[in-house]
């Protein structure tokens, strides 16, 4: 059997709302987060692409990455999925949010390892509340017709897809991995700092 692709997107076109600015723009150890995530990435998947929205693509953060620029508008984080999906349908997407500050790469590498072939979705289960965690999973080859038909009826929620999907769940190994950081209260409460 050959080598299956997979690339890797870093979703980064949120609007941080909540956070007051730019969450892929946070200190993380000396570099931007964003650069924090796809070096990441980029040591375990073929490609990797940035998610933003058209309004950014153009900044200095995400100007030196390949980008994928959101096709749809006020669908949240699977804009950048179902535009990744749309770009490059025939590889294994590992999505990774970027305000995930404890990421590591065991946490990568566990998800491309366990990857099942036979359904759509890879996820590791929450570890609050065990449902699936999908902004660090993997989007299997084929499966943008689900993510769509999911978005035509509605439901745009990448959570709510995965738990109505046949997802293959595995458990985290370390429990904070994949907590991520929205708001000033998180950040004070996590190792990146605002720049």
Same mark, same amino acid.
Request: aromatic letters at 6%.
């Given at each position: 059997?050959?080598?299956?692709?997979?690339?890797?997107?870093?979703?980064?076109?949120?609007?941080?709302?909540?956070?007051?600015?730019?969450?892929?723009?946070?200190?993380?150890?000396?570099?931007? $987060?964003?650069?924090?995530?796809? %070096?990441?990435? %980029?040591?375990?998947?073929?490609?990797?692409?940035?998610?933003?929205?058209?309004?950014?693509?153009?900044?200095?953060?995400?100007?030196?990455?390949?980008?994928?620029?959101?096709?749809?508008?006020?669908?949240?984080?699977?804009?950048?999925?179902? *535009?990744?999906?749309?770009?490059?349908?025939?590889?294994?997407?590992?999505?990774?949010?970027?305000?995930?500050?404890?990421?590591?790469?065991?946490?990568?590498?566990?998800?491309?390892?366990?990857?099942?072939?036979?359904?759509?979705?890879?996820?590791?289960?929450?570890?609050?509340?065990?449902?699936?965690?999908?902004?660090?999973?993997?989007?299997?080859? %084929?499966?943008?017709?689900?993510?769509? $038909?999911?978005?035509?009826?509605?439901?745009?929620?990448?959570?709510?897809?995965?738990?109505?999907?046949?997802?293959?769940?595995?458990? $985290?190994?370390?429990?904070?991995?994949?907590?991520?950081?929205?708001?000033?209260?998180?950040?004070?409460? *996590?190792?990146? $700092?605002?720049?």
């Amino acid at each position: 059997m050959g080598h299956k692709p997979v690339f890797g997107l870093v979703l980064a076109g949120g609007k941080s709302r909540r956070m007051g600015h730019d969450k892929a723009l946070l200190d993380h150890d000396g570099q931007l $987060q964003l650069d924090f995530v796809v %070096g990441l990435l %980029g040591a375990s998947v073929d490609r990797v692409f940035v998610s933003t929205r058209a309004d950014q693509s153009d900044d200095e953060a995400r100007q030196r990455y390949e980008k994928i620029v959101d096709r749809y508008d006020d669908l949240g984080p699977v804009a950048g999925i179902l *535009s990744a999906l749309d770009e490059h349908p025939a590889v294994d997407w590992l999505v990774v949010a970027c305000d995930l500050p404890n990421v590591d790469k065991q946490t990568l590498e566990t998800l491309l390892q366990q990857r099942g072939g036979e359904q759509p979705f890879t996820a590791y289960k929450s570890s609050y509340d065990g449902l699936p965690e999908p902004l660090c999973a993997i989007y299997h080859r %084929g499966c943008g017709a689900i993510v769509r $038909q999911f978005v035509d009826d509605g439901i745009n929620c990448p959570r709510k897809i995965l738990i109505r999907s046949e997802t293959r769940l595995l458990e $985290q190994h370390d429990g904070t991995s994949l907590d991520n950081v929205n708001t000033p209260d998180d950040l004070q409460n *996590s190792r990146l $700092q605002a720049t």
